[in-house]
């Protein structure tokens, strides 16, 4: 049984989290309460919102990846039924207005600054991808707005693009931004170079492999949408607004884009059907809404259509990556180097560089203890949509890349794979573990991890299976891939010296009305993760009160006090952490109340279970009584202020460390190339689990988001930088039939940095399923020789991998 702090507190204590062997919601698969509004169609989404009198704008988009903007022809759309505004890149420029913030900062590592350029509103001279944004059209109606919109005549003058990530190093590849003379934003170096050459060099063994991490769209259910609504007579804009970050959406329109005051900007962000990173940035139409709604002097909607959201809104991974690993003649690992160029787009979005400039490269030793590493990244332009964080962000660029050296070296050394990982896991007696690139890992049982999946997942029975053969022609695989996911953090004391320009703390304050019921009104916002019931868990377990007592707010920037939203499976460990303090310090306050009540020294007043009761006697009085008490201050303490309602900002002190390990069972048809996938196992590491239901859907989830990239899920450009998977008749997710029965199981190692003992959860799935599946089907195809097949894994695909191995050993597949 993992350490709980001891249930009473008294004035003195330190922030703890009261939790006994025997909890009433902390730890419990307690039903989230969110659900039932949702199950009945009562979600508040921002398109449900009627404004009756709102015009509808429309988005013209660039056709070409790369050309110069010759001329918008303004009057082809005025005139037109129901056309009331056209909005241009010059008139944003003749407004003063500015571009979307960059929130990462990353320099070469010779000392030169990055090669920072960040995308605009609406496109001025040049349009640098398919999908840039070129005008906004207005109109009463949205069929008028999208008439005028088709009809808008705009001359290019196109010009030679690059899309290949790889090519986009090259001396000879099109610049995107020739003012900077190379298509690099930063190139970094981190580790020992020189020691990993020296032990590559002298390695008994060495395992090479090139890896392509394929680029993928989130694709959330709900695409993002808009409602701007500016009020002349105090001159505020109020923007309803799907966005995981409703404070630090407010902050960008006030400082970077519109550049008004922040305080007359009001960001609501009601249910969010799904955002996975993609809805933390600033986008084009958010500042454009707002702008064209002042102009008009009425709200403006907008809502984006598939089209828009393959052309506009971020991409993930795309990586080409050259890795190594040295091993001596044992199988330990000696050295590991990694070069990696990172695809960035045609701008840097929010967080461009700080995924593969700050995320990737600490990541690359994963679960093991590496004694030396090099990492390097180079951080390019292209003629493409903008890449940024999805789910993982980063850090399954890492464990993809590590995890198949991994498999591949246990094949190459003639080892068992989960052996060969237990012989190279970091030991528990190391933490707290500083790895080879300098990432903090503050906790972990690794081997544990390996032992668990190996009794749950039935692993010995497994590889008997699998050696027994099949009578149906298919192979069966199996494949591993470990977990390390940074969660929570950074502090924000050192944010900045990372070259992060966003803090990292979160907020929440708790009002107790007078009746005893509590609101928490929380600086994070979920669009799916289940705050609602999470966070009121908390509250409830801290006070002994019942959980329907509680109430959670989100996601009104004029409602909830400032916080960094949700993203980076950090909102338990921020905002709930936050919720954490701003509890106990109305439970200390209420040690006051409650002292003046029973006339006694607060000294001697502890909490416990809802009520505060003299140390040694039966002598108590229950938190309903001290809060009417709060508001009804006849028999009060007179140096109290009356009221109990309190605000905690918490600031982490570093990242919590989540791990795990994954296996994937997947039945490979060489004959044809479909793969299916059997099974999947995950043990996860995750701290103190709240509430198991919730954690066990977030892991489901992201697997099931892991397992698209692996098999199905690619965005293609042409060399011209076309994009041909522009829609979901081209772009496949994963269905239900795609996925396989997912088993989770929990190994709880406390984080030691907060009150609670929590890690994060929510990108396990993504960070452990591309690498397992992949894993599992080339294992499938080992026996014809297939050592590598780049994601997805199509039937084309897989089934070109099998031929080309059988033609170079004549072997037919049967």
């Given amino acids: 049984m993992p350490w709980r702090p001891e249930r009473k507190r008294t004035l003195s204590d330190t922030v703890q989290v009261n939790i006994g062997d025997d909890p009433a919601y902390i730890g419990r698969p307690v039903k989230r309460v969110e659900d039932h509004r949702f199950l009945m169609g009562q979600g508040n989404y921002v398109d449900d919102n009627g404004f009756p009198n709102a015009a509808h704008a429309v988005f013209v988009r660039s056709p070409h990846a790369h050309a110069e903007i010759v001329d918008i022809a303004r009057d082809s759309v005025e005139g037109m039924p129901g056309v009331l505004l056209l909005l241009t890149g010059?008139?944003?420029?003749?407004?003063g207005f500015g571009d979307l913030p960059c929130l990462w900062r990353v320099d070469f590592s010779d000392g030169r600054r990055m090669n920072e350029i960040t995308r605009p509103a609406l496109a001025l001279d040049k349009v640098r991808?398919?999908?840039d944004t070129v005008a906004a059209v207005v109109a009463e109606t949205l069929p008028e707005a999208r008439d005028a919109a088709e009809a808008l005549d705009v001359t290019y003058e196109p010009l030679p693009a690059i899309a290949d990530t790889a090519a986009a190093v090259e001396s000879h590849a099109p610049l995107v931004h020739p003012e900077i003379g190379s298509n690099m934003v930063f190139e970094i170096d981190l580790g020992d170079p020189d020691g990993v050459a020296k032990v590559l060099e002298e390695a008994p063994h060495v395992t090479c492999l090139d890896i392509v991490n394929n680029r993928i769209a989130p694709a959330p259910m709900e695409p993002r949408a808009l409602i701007g609504d500016y009020r002349q007579g105090d001159a505020s804009y109020t923007l309803w607004a799907q966005s995981q970050n409703p404070h630090l959406l407010r902050q960008w329109i006030a400082d970077n884009s519109l550049k008004v005051p922040e305080h007359k900007v009001r960001i609501v962000s009601p249910d969010v059907g799904g955002g996975f990173g993609q809805?933390?940035?600033?986008?084009?139409?958010?500042?454009?809404?707002l702008w064209a709604s002042r102009a008009l002097g009425r709200p403006v909607r907008w809502t984006a259509t598939r089209s828009d959201h393959f052309a506009v809104d971020t991409y993930a991974r795309d990586h080409v990556t050259r890795c190594a690993m040295a091993f001596d003649g044992e199988g330990r690992i000696l050295a590991l180097d990694v070069d990696t160029i990172a695809n960035v787009g045609a701008y840097l979005s929010g967080m461009g560089a700080g995924i593969p400039g700050a995320f990737y490269p600490p990541h690359v030793t994963g679960l093991y203890d590496v004694p030396t590493a090099r990492c390097r990244v180079r951080g390019i332009y292209s003629n493409t949509t903008p890449v940024d964080a999805y789910r993982g962000?980063?850090?399954?660029?890492?464990?993809?890349?590590l995890e198949r050296l991994m498999d591949t070296a246990a094949r190459d050394l003639m080892m068992d794979p989960l052996e060969l990982r237990a012989k190279n896991v970091v030991p528990p007696g190391r933490f707290p573990f500083t790895n080879a690139i300098g990432r903090h890992y503050d906790s972990g049982d690794y081997p544990g991890l390996l032992r668990m999946l190996k009794d749950v997942a039935g692993y010995d029975r497994l590889l008997k299976e699998q050696c027994r053969g099949r009578d149906d022609g298919l192979r069966m695989g199996i494949g591993l891939s470990g977990v390390v996911e940074s969660t929570g953090g950074p502090s924000s004391r050192i944010s900045s010296k990372v070259g992060r320009r966003v803090p990292g703390y979160d907020s929440a304050s708790v009002r107790v009305h007078p009746s005893g019921k509590v609101t928490a009104f929380c600086g994070g916002h979920s669009h799916g993760q289940g705050h609602a019931t999470t966070f009121a868990q908390i509250v409830a377990e801290m006070l002994g009160c019942d959980i329907g007592s509680v109430e959670i707010v989100e996601g009104d920037t004029d409602r909830t006090p400032f916080g960094l939203g949700t993203f980076g499976s950090r909102t338990l460990l921020t905002a709930g952490m936050a919720v954490t303090h701003a509890v106990d310090k109305v439970i200390k306050k209420g040690l006051k109340i409650a002292a003046h009540l029973m006339e006694c020294d607060a000294k001697d007043v502890v909490f416990e279970s809802g009520r505060y009761t003299i140390a040694g006697t039966n002598l108590s009085v229950g938190f309903v009584d001290v809060a009417r008490t709060a508001y009804h201050i006849d028999n009060y303490p007179k140096d109290l202020e009356p009221g109990l309602e309190e605000t905690a900002f918490y600031d982490p002190p570093g990242r919590?460390?989540?791990?795990?390990?994954?296996?994937?069972?997947a039945l490979v048809d060489p004959?044809?190339?479909t793969v299916g996938l059997r099974d999947y196992w995950s043990v996860d590491d995750v701290g103190r689990v709240v509430n198991p239901m919730v954690v066990e859907g977030q892991i489901q989830g992201g697997v099931a988001q892991g397992v698209g990239q692996a098999i199905l899920e690619h965005c293609i450009f042409d060399e011209d930088g076309q994009l041909l998977t522009g829609s979901f008749l081209d772009y496949a997710v994963p269905r239900a039939d795609d996925l396989p029965s997912i088993g989770t199981e929990f190994q709880e190692t406390l984080c030691t940095d907060n009150p609670l003992g929590a890690k994060g959860v929510?990108?396990?799935?993504?960070?452990?399923a591309p690498a397992a599946v992949v894993n599992a089907v080339v294992d499938a195809l080992s026996e014809f020789g297939v050592r590598h097949i780049d994601m997805p894994l199509t039937p084309e695909r897989v089934w070109k991998a099998v031929r080309d191995a059988c033609s170079k050993t004549a072997e037919t597949p049967a």
């Fill in 656 to 665: 919590a460390t989540s791990s795990g390990i994954h296996l994937c069972v």
């Fill in 279 to 289: 809805k933390i940035y600033h986008y084009p139409e958010e500042a454009t809404i």
């Fill in 90 to 95: 010059r008139d944003w420029e003749e407004e």
């Fill in 393 to 401: 962000a980063g850090q399954p660029e890492a464990a993809f890349t």
């Fill in 762 to 768: 929510g990108e396990s799935g993504t960070i452990g």
């Fill in 671 to 673: 004959t044809d190339g």
């Fill in 129 to 131: 991808h398919v999908g």
